[in-house]
């Protein structure tokens, strides 16, 4: 236990360090005259807590909106590299989000059959959003692509088809260059 409190206590320093310039958690800390990674663990925990609690429906959106927004500022900054994992990563993401949002629509049993479901809900959104956990990846191989893979082919492109014939041929003289063929 005191493992997990020493890592605590130094991300919570890590973030007040790494945050010290921003001037609306400066105005609060000065204000409150608690540390900013308290105000900021403070401030989620009650925002998970009205979803949990889901009163007047509040629930509904606050999901829906850690739902768009993380994801969104995310996006934004794959657009701005010049890599496309991150680009992969997010786009699996939407599809995830979007095929959820299809089902929950159609579905609203959902609602009465899971248990704080907009909870669970969040949590899940979370998961599947930050980059860090994979889950917008392992959801989509698990359980959509074996769905679409039925219905949606991609058509080999004359690219596809040299770069498999090359492949094929390094292969056959790597076998020949060794002294050993490649049995397929």
Do not use: C
């Not at 540390?35 to 403070?42: D, E, F, H, R």
């Not at 059959?113 to 930050?130: D, R």
Request: hydrophobic fraction near 45%; charged fraction near 15%; charge should be positive.
């Amino acid at each position: 236990m005191s493992d997990f409190t020493t890592s605590f206590q130094s991300q919570m320093k890590n973030f007040d360090s790494r945050y010290s310039s921003n001037k609306y958690l400066q105005q609060l800390e000065e204000r409150t005259n608690l540390p900013k990674s308290y105000i900021t663990v403070g401030l989620a925990a009650l925002y998970l807590v009205l979803i949990f609690i889901n009163v007047g429906g509040i629930g509904e959106i606050l999901s829906n909106f850690a739902g768009f927004v993380v994801p969104a500022y995310y996006s934004l900054i794959a657009i701005k590299t010049t890599t496309s994992k991150d680009d992969t990563q997010l786009l699996t993401y939407w599809i995830v989000f979007a095929f959820l949002n299809v089902i929950e629509f159609w579905s609203k049993t959902i609602l009465y059959l899971v248990p704080f479901y907009w909870f669970v809900k969040t949590v899940f959104l979370l998961y599947i959003a930050l980059p860090q956990t994979g889950g917008a990846v392992l959801v989509y191989n698990n359980v959509i692509a074996p769905v679409t893979n039925r219905y949606i082919r991609i058509p080999e492109t004359k690219s596809d088809e040299i770069r498999a014939a090359v492949d094929d041929a390094a292969v056959k003289g790597n076998a020949k260059a060794s002294g050993f063929s490649a049995h397929h």
